[in-house]
């Protein structure tokens, strides 16, 4: 079993910061790409960062310079720190990790977290 628990979430005013968490437990050989991703009301879900295991990072345009993704590979944690927060930004949003459970497979597979949400008021 693996599970992913997002927090940090909640609601904040516009301008101002959340930083979010999402820890990774149970049986992990190791994880690979973490990223997350943003579902606003009516619409898809949509990618707003990703980071490989090496710290590479990836951003949407809309979160290039406001928002920073980071992990800590010791942790099995990933975080993404929000900045300049807009009302466009009001989403629930999902850590998604590419895990690998065993060292005896080299499968992996998509594990993805219940999502927490994020309000901007204007």
């Known amino acids: 079993q693996v599970q992913l628990v997002e927090s940090g979430g909640g609601l904040v005013q516009a301008g101002g910061s959340l930083r979010l968490s999402c820890a990774a437990s149970g049986s992990i050989f190791r994880i690979n790409d973490m990223g997350w991703y943003q579902q606003a009301p009516g619409k898809q879900r949509e990618l707003v960062a990703t980071?490989?295991?090496?710290?590479?990072?990836n951003y949407a345009d809309s979160a290039k310079g406001r928002f920073t993704i980071s992990r800590d590979n010791a942790k099995n944690t990933v975080y993404l720190q929000m900045n300049t927060l807009k009302p466009e930004d009001t989403a629930v949003y999902y850590c998604k990790a590419n895990i690998r459970r065993s060292a005896f497979s080299a499968d992996t597979r998509d594990y993805w977290g219940q999502g927490t949400q994020v309000t901007v008021s204007s």
């Open positions: 980071i490989t295991r090496g710290s590479v990072t």
